[in-house]
C-alpha cells in the first residue's frame, strides 16, 4: 500500500497533536546551535514549519510513501542501514532530529552529505520529539511504563504542553530483578546504577532518555518512588557540542551524583537511546502497520555510543 506523503504527514500530525506546540522545548535550541558549529543553512534545506516548530516534518524528497523505518537518532549508522534497505519512497520516522554521542561529542548534526544521500534516494525525514515523549498512548514514558507493568499511573514531569514521565505502582519486586528486566527489555548490559536498594519496590517511576537533573528525582521522590528507571542520568553530561557549556554540565552532573549519594531512591540509567527506541519497535511499528504501511525499526549495535 502506498499513501501520499501529505496526507501520512496530516495523521501524524493529528495523532501527536504537533501544531498544538510551539517550538519544541530542547530541539528549537538544540538544532540552530548543532548546526552552527558546521557553518550549515539548515533552514534552507528543511522544511519552513519544521524550523518554527522543531517537529513534524522535516525533510522533503517523495510525494509518495511505500515504507517507513524507525529510529531513535539519526546515527550515521543508521542512516547507512536505511539508505542501504529503503527504496527511493520512503519515511524515516526519528525521535531526534539530531545525532547524539551518549558518551562522546553530544549532540551533533545529520552530516550535510547524508542529507543529499537522503534526498537524492527519495527518503524523507519526520521528527517528533516533545509530543512523542508526552503521547499519552503512543510514546516514549507511555511505552516503558507498559514494559515495566505500571498500574494506577500518574503523569509527571511537566515538559512544554504535556509530562514526560510516569509513575505507578507494581507488584513487590527487588532492585536486581528491576535491573535484570531492563537488560532484557532494552537488550543492554551496561547499567548506570546510584542511589539506595530498597526492598521490595512498588512504586516505579520511568523517565524516557536523558533523565540527569536533580528535580526529576525530588519530583519521583516526593511522589513515593523507590526506583527511577531511565536513560541516563549522569554519563551524557561529560561531553557536550558546545564546549562553552562544560562548567554547566559538570556543575549539574555532580549535582546528579551528589542526589545519588543522599537518596535512598534507586537510580538506573538503560542509556538515552535504547529507553526511547522502545516506543518504535512496541507502539509505533504497529500504529504505521495499522495505516498499511511496511515498517522496519533500526537499532542501534551501540546504545551507550
Known amino acids: 500500500m502506498a499513501m501520499t506523503l501529505d496526507n501520512l504527514i496530516q495523521q501524524l500530525d493529528r495523532e501527536f497533536s504537533v501544531m498544538d506546540w510551539e517550538a519544541d522545548p530542547a530541539m528549537s535550541r538544540l538544532v540552530p546551535k548543532i548546526y552552527r558549529t ?22 522533503r524528497a517523495s510525494e509518495i510513501i511505500t515504507e517507513v523505518y524507525c529510529a531513535a537518532f539519526p ?10 534497505q529503503a527504496g527511493d519512497q520512503a519515511l524515516l520516522f526519528l525521535h531526534h532530529p539530531l545525532d547524539m554521542e551518549t558518551s562522546g561529542r553530544g549532540f551533533l548534526p545529520i552530516s550535510p552529505e547524508h542529507l543529499q544521500e537522503l534526498i537524492k534516494q527519495g527518503i524523507s525525514i ?18 516503558l511504563a507498559s514494559a515495566f507493568g505500571l498500574q494506577q499511573e500518574r503523569e ?19 532492585v536486581e530483578e528491576i535491573v535484570r528486566m531492563g537488560q532484557r527489555v532494552f537488550n543492554v548490559e551496561r547499567v548506570e546504577r546510584g542511589g539506595g536498594n530498597p526492598s521490595p519496590v512498588t512504586c516505579i517511576a520511568v523517565i524516557p532518555g536523558g533523565g540527569d537533573d536533580p528535580v526529576f528525582f525530588q519530583e519521583a521522590e516526593q511522589l513515593g518512588a523507590q526506583v527511577v528507571i531511565t536513560g541516563e542520568w549522569y554519563t551524557r553530561l561529560l561531553a557536550l557540542a ?31 537511546a535504547a529507553t526511547e527506541y522502545l516506543v518504535m519497535e512496541r507502539q509505533l511499528a504497529t500504529y504505521f502497520r495499522s495505516l498499511g504501511l511496511p515498517v522496519s525499526c533500526v537499532r542501534q549495535s551501540d546504545w551507550w555510543r
Open 75 to 84: 546515527t550515521p549508522e543508521v542512516l547507512e542501514t536505511v539508505l542501504q
Open 156 to 174: 509527571f514531569v511537566q515538559y512544554g504542553i504535556g509530562y514526560a514521565a510516569r509513575i505507578g505502582s507494581v507488584s513487590p519486586v527487588t
Open 126 to 143: 519526520y521528527s517528533c520529539h516533545a509530543p512523542l515523549d508526552c503521547h499519552s498512548r503512543i510514546g516514549t514514558a507511555a511505552s
Open 38 to 59: 558546521i557553518g550549515y543553512d539548515y533552514a534552507a534545506l528543511f522544511e519552513p514549519d519544521f524550523c518554527a516548530r522543531y517537529n513534524g516534518l522535516m525533510l
Open 242 to 272: 558546545n564546549p562553552n557549556d562544560a562548567d554547566w554540565a559538570e556543575k549539574n552532573r555532580e549535582a546528579c551524583k551528589a542526589y545519588a549519594h543522599t537518596s535512598s531512591m534507586a537510580l538506573l540509567g538503560f542509556s538515552h
